[in-house]
């Protein structure tokens, strides 16, 4: 029973313009929700995050946004650059309040091709 | 700021054979997490760390596997009597107390083959 879902394994998106990931989670006890980007041969590197009393969050380029009602989050690459091709990931965890568990549950992974 | 360190990167072994990796978090991060990945997976979390006690295990961690932590500082993940499912990347992250948002940093991971 997957718990955090990536339902698109690839997206191809033009320099530039904007890419947007999507993820969506099944256990309403996550509180917190983050997003990892992945190169081959490297570990996960955290790019941002959002807990469950946000709706949205912003860090430069990227921007997540956090759906409760419809257990969806998703995020915004504007614009999008060539270097940002990788494997992201979407995480969760029931952490933030203090109440549950700090595990992460990971979705499969989206791979971002940016082309030039 | 020294990033979540893993030895070895890699790591060749014979089916049945016992291996110990290392994991070395971020300097003043009380919190030391171990995951699996496997390919076209996503990290699986096997078990948790808060300084040297170890709070949580997941059903995946068998009695194969033992991991700890003894001073609070490093850790180590041993298993014995490797099989082949156990090949996979073992990662290691590291996390603050400090705030309730404080994300978990990940290590470049080990790389074990089993043969």
């Known amino acids: 029973d997957q718990q955090v879902k990536q339902n698109s394994p690839s997206l191809s998106v033009q320099e530039g313009r904007i890419s947007i990931l999507n993820c969506d989670y099944t256990?309403?006890?996550?509180?917190?929700f983050l997003w990892y980007k992945k190169y081959p041969a490297e570990g996960p590197t955290f790019l941002i995050s959002?807990?469950?009393?946000?709706d949205k969050n912003e860090d430069g380029r990227f921007t997540v946004f956090l759906n409760k009602s419809a257990k969806h989050l998703s995020l915004h690459i504007v614009p999008s650059q060539p270097g940002d091709s990788a494997v992201y990931f979407c995480a969760a965890s029931a952490g933030y309040s203090g109440a549950g568990s700090y595990q992460l549950t990971f979705g499969k992974g989206t791979k971002l091709s940016v082309i030039p | 700021d020294t990033g979540v360190s893993q030895n070895p990167r890699h790591k060749i072994t014979k089916r049945g054979q016992n291996v110990t990796f290392r994991c070395d978090p971020i300097?003043?991060?009380?919190?030391l997490y171990w995951y699996r990945q496997t390919l076209g997976q996503g990290p699986e979390f096997l078990t948790y760390?808060?300084?040297?006690?170890?709070?949580?295990k997941s059903r995946l961690l068998s009695d194969r596997f033992s991991a700890e932590r003894p001073k609070g500082s490093f850790s180590t993940l041993e298993i014995q009597r490797t099989e082949q499912g156990d090949s996979a990347m073992y990662l290691c992250a590291s996390s603050s107390g400090r705030a309730r948002d404080q994300p978990q940093h990940f290590g470049d991971g080990t790389r074990l083959s089993i043969l």
């Open positions: 256990n309403s006890m996550f509180d917190y």
């Open positions: 300097s003043e991060h009380n919190r």
């Open positions: 760390f808060q300084n040297e006690a170890q709070l949580e």
């Open positions: 959002i807990s469950s009393i946000k």
